[in-house]
């Protein structure tokens, strides 16, 4: 997923290729999905074992330091972007601090109450919002059964469908004079993609064995694979009536929007979710690579990196328009290397001299490492 979203961030041409590979789904689904799934994982664990206010001190501590690299990446985009930006007049950067450049100071006090999101910068607050609610959902799933966190959720983003965004907007504006444009507040319909995040705490507290059940069965996978094709044909137009109507410029667009987490949308992120459960016992151990493993666990520092040289980018060739294959495969290799070694300096012990420390036991050498 870090890998998809990076090329997808990156102005270079391979955006191109791996921007809703397989479908019409983005990598953000994923991302947001398995975020929660581990969080459930994580913290449901930590409540089976001890109290609620246990719970909410960790998730706030993690969250805490999310926000703190956030600041930190706003403080490069308002500071080294934004001057490229005003000097440059690079219609790429303009796009993406337009409104901080015309109302700077209620841009960095909305900024700082996770309100005003520049484009990119818009996944970490989601994620820091929806990780200050998990401890309540998963309270209230863990005491009063999980139909009473579901069902309030999949109604809020039927909600989110029938324009409850806008109405919540509409009336902050006119009764407490929010004075953000709506398409500055995120591009994230919050309303929308926190069904996600319900759903994968769900899944990573280890209640929908159900669900599982049938993401195996041999009905439910046969189906998937045909409507996996379906929409891989809608998604590149494969025969002459999705070539002569693209549905990515009709009025049925709605049903597969990103951003408001339509209901297409979903259903094809279910059916490639299906077939990823059935061949994840045959491609795991491929997938099992030491580079990959390390990017995975060092995710946070991971991610803003890649958003840090997704701004040194633009800053130098803005939208990638002309740029020759050589500049993008070299703007690639070099961010991956960044990104690669971020990973590998997070993933070292502080102290290398106590990294592996002899402990003589039964005239048998062991090496422990700290935890």
């Known amino acids: 997923m870090l890998i998809g979203m990076t090329l ?47 719970v909410f001190k960790r998730v706030w501590t993690r969250g805490v330091k999310i926000y703190g690299y956030h600041l930190g990446l706003l403080a490069v ?18 796009g993406l601090l337009d409104f901080y450049l015309a109302h700077r100071l209620l841009a960095v006090v909305s900024s700082l109450f996770l309100l005003y999101c520049p484009p990119l910068l818009d996944i970490l607050p989601m994620y820091i919002l929806f990780l200050f609610l998990t401890p309540p959902i998963l309270g209230a799933g863990r005491r009063w059964g999980w139909k009473v966190v579901l069902i309030p959720s999949a109604l809020l983003w039927l909600a989110a469908q029938l324009g409850a965004r806008e109405l919540v907007d509409g009336f902050l504006v006119a009764h407490a004079g929010l004075r953000i444009p709506i398409q500055n507040l995120g591009a994230f319909n919050l309303f929308a993609w926190q069904l996600l995040w319900v759903v994968g705490l769900w899944v990573g507290a280890g209640r929908a064995k159900t669900l599982l059940n049938v993401f195996k069965s041999r009905w439910t996978i046969g189906l998937s694979i045909p409507l996996a094709a379906l929409f891989l044909v809608m998604r590149y137009h ?39 459960t059935a061949a994840r016992p045959h491609i795991a151990r491929k997938l ?39 500049s993008d495969v070299a703007i690639v290799t070099v961010t991956f290397f960044g990104m690669y070694a971020v ?4 993933g ?9 420390v002899p402990i003589d036991a039964s005239k048998r050498r062991l090496y422990v490492r700290p935890l």
């Open 8 to 54: 997808t961030h990156l102005p270079t041409s391979a955006s191109h290729y791996s921007n809703q590979l397989l479908g019409f789904v983005s990598w953000a689904e994923g991302f947001v999905l398995l975020s929660a799934l581990l969080a459930g994982r994580v913290y449901g664990a930590l409540l089976r074992q001890r109290s609620l206010k246990v």
């Open 343 to 346: 990973a590998y300096l997070g």
């Open 77 to 94: 985009a308002f500071t080294l972007v934004a001057a490229v930006a005003a000097n440059t007049h690079k219609a790429a950067l303009l």
């Open 288 to 326: 099992d690579w030491s580079p990959l493993v390390m990017l995975g666990k060092s995710s946070l520092e991971v991610f803003c990196t890649s958003l840090l040289f997704s701004f040194a980018a633009l800053s130098l060739i803005g939208d990638g328009a002309g740029v020759s294959p050589l």
């Open 348 to 356: 070292q012990p502080k102290d290398r001299r106590s990294a592996a």
């Open 238 to 276: 494969l025969i002459p009536y999705f070539a002569t109507h693209p549905v990515d410029q009709g009025g049925g667009w709605i049903l597969f929007d990103k951003w408001q987490l339509g209901i297409l949308r979903l259903l094809n992120f279910a059916v490639l979710a299906v077939l990823f």
